[in-house]
């Protein structure tokens, strides 16, 4: 069993799979826009994303998507993703990345449970907390 997290955005689902990908050294290995599909959808969301993934990692993936046109849309609420790392410069590198353009609400520091911790809101309104504990 695995769980991967799936997000939603309101048009912009291009700018953060682009982002993400490049944050997270990742790679895009589907992608599908509304006017590929049947479903009905009007011009102007044609080019949307209706799908898409992006592994990166050991074995991670985030899959993401535009909203269908007019859903309700918020990045807010009751969910932070959560990278698990090893390697401190890593950790740094990548909460630089995904950091970059969005607001640190904790930045990385040396915690008392002997981990490597912070916290942010990437410039698309998604929540991440990154941990690095470093193998021993």
């Not at 046109?69 to 740094?92: M, V």
């Not at 990437?122 to 990154?130: A, C, I, R, T, Y």
Request: hydrophobic residues 40%.
């Amino acid at each position: 069993m695995k769980l991967n997290p799936y997000l939603n955005f309101a048009g912009n689902a291009e700018d953060v799979i682009n982002f993400y990908k490049d944050a997270l050294g990742g790679e895009v290995v589907m992608l599908s826009r509304y006017g590929e599909s049947p479903v009905p959808c009007d011009d102007d969301w044609k080019q949307k994303i209706m799908h898409a993934r992006i592994e990166f990692g050991d074995d991670n993936v985030i899959m993401i998507s535009d909203a269908m046109k007019g859903s309700p849309f918020s990045t807010h609420g009751n969910i932070q993703l959560t990278i698990g790392l090893d390697d401190e410069a890593k950790t740094h590198e990548i909460f630089n990345n995904l950091s970059n353009g969005g607001t640190v609400t904790m930045p990385l520091a040396k915690q008392y449970w002997g981990s490597l911790f912070g916290m942010f809101t990437d410039k698309f309104g998604v929540e991440w907390m990154l941990n690095c504990t470093e193998k021993k």
